[in-house]
């Protein structure tokens, strides 16, 4: 494990979070193998938005991973908010592991202390991965049912990826 993960323990794949203030919100939900949840933490919540947008229609063709925006401020202004990424993290969890993807900063720092202090759900973890092109390989791979680790790698990848 590393350190910018979450031991899953003992928690049950296939229970429910009672937090969940929509239960219905996964059309897929109950049907094939749970796939891993990915957050997309930026400053700005446009930009998370966008981005998930983005990385949501690059991965279209079939099942596509959860994926949550967790951008800008409760006043919606610019900065993060624990609560916005701890509520997008519980959004997306399916029991297979929620990937965390952070623009710069204190987002960065922000999910390693909610990871420090066990907030997020089981199997949680930040990677290290560029935020677009990260974002877009993570929900491409969770989308095809990879696990946790290959999701990680597969968004770290993007970093090999050149453009000149």
Do not use: C, N, W
């Amino acid at each position: 494990m590393t350190a910018g993960q979450r031991d899953p323990g003992s928690s049950d794949p296939g229970s429910s979070d009672p937090g969940s203030s929509d239960p219905g919100s996964d059309p897929g939900a109950g049907s094939g193998p749970a796939l891993v949840g990915i957050v997309l933490v930026s400053h700005s919540a446009p930009v998370a938005e966008s981005v998930a947008e983005l990385a949501r229609e690059l991965a279209a063709g079939g099942a596509v991973a959860p994926v949550a925006a967790a951008g800008g401020t409760a006043l919606g202004g610019l900065g993060t908010s624990s609560e916005r990424i701890v509520a997008a993290a519980r959004e997306v969890d399916r029991g297979a592991g929620v990937a965390l993807l952070v623009d710069l900063g204190s987002s960065v720092l922000t999910v390693k202390a909610l990871l420090l202090e066990d907030e997020l759900p089981p199997g949680s973890a930040l990677l290290d991965a560029p935020f677009v092109e990260g974002a877009v390989a993570a929900v491409v791979t969770a989308s095809a049912g990879a696990p946790l680790a290959a999701v990680a790698a597969a968004a770290a990848e993007a970093y090999t990826y050149r453009k000149a």
